[in-house]
């Protein structure tokens, strides 16, 4: 149960913020510095196959049936290869500044660099940029009190 949670919290949430304390720093740093192109599209594979399974979004993820599995030992021998081989020291020490949530912070900063690595693609911009044919300009000027 204690290692499910750990590895739920240090992977399946980006939200909370890198801590400022050094030893996060340091270990976000080693997370982002020990990683690929490749690692961080295939963490990036990882999370979009999870979405995949919420209900509200089965419709419009068409997975290979082997995808969870595939995505899953990939992101855990990633994962695995982070903490013990290549940041082992930055890891302890976050932790013991932090506790479990250093962990969460420094895959927060890897996840970003993750959605950077995909958002760079030009076909992924295009499709972002679509959103700007349904934004209403004006409602959001007003708002935001453009001049």
């Given at each position: 149960?204690i290692k499910?949670?750990?590895?739920?919290?240090?992977?399946?949430?980006?939200?909370?913020?890198?801590?400022?304390?050094?030893?996060?720093?340091?270990?976000?740093?080693?997370?982002?510095?020990?990683?690929?192109?490749?690692?961080?599209?295939?963490?990036?594979?990882?999370?979009?196959?999870?979405?995949?399974?919420?209900?509200?979004?089965?419709?419009?993820?068409e997975l290979?049936?082997?995808?969870?599995?595939?995505?899953?030992?990939?992101?855990?021998?990633?994962?695995?290869?982070?903490?013990?081989?290549?940041?082992?020291?930055?890891?302890?020490?976050?932790?013991?500044?932090?506790?479990?949530?250093a962990i969460?912070?420094?895959?927060?900063?890897?996840?970003?660099?993750?959605?950077?690595?995909?958002?760079?693609?030009?076909?992924?911009?295009?499709?972002?940029?679509?959103?700007?044919?349904?934004?209403?300009?004006?409602?959001?000027?007003?708002?935001?009190?453009?001049?």
């Open positions: 149960m499910h949670s750990l590895l739920a919290l240090a992977l399946a949430s980006f939200t909370v913020g890198a801590a400022a304390q050094p030893a996060v720093d340091a270990f976000s740093k080693c997370l982002a510095d020990h990683t690929t192109g490749k690692d961080r599209k295939d963490l990036a594979r990882w999370i979009f196959v999870a979405m995949g399974a919420h209900p509200e979004m089965r419709a419009i993820a290979a049936p082997t995808a969870p599995q595939e995505s899953s030992k990939t992101a855990g021998e990633l994962f695995t290869r982070l903490m013990v081989e290549s940041c082992p020291e930055q890891a302890r020490a976050a932790v013991q500044a932090r506790g479990g949530a969460q912070a420094g895959f927060n900063v890897l996840g970003q660099l993750a959605m950077q690595e995909l958002m760079s693609d030009r076909e992924v911009a295009a499709r972002m940029g679509l959103l700007e044919q349904y934004v209403d300009t004006a409602k959001l000027q007003s708002v935001l009190g453009a001049r």
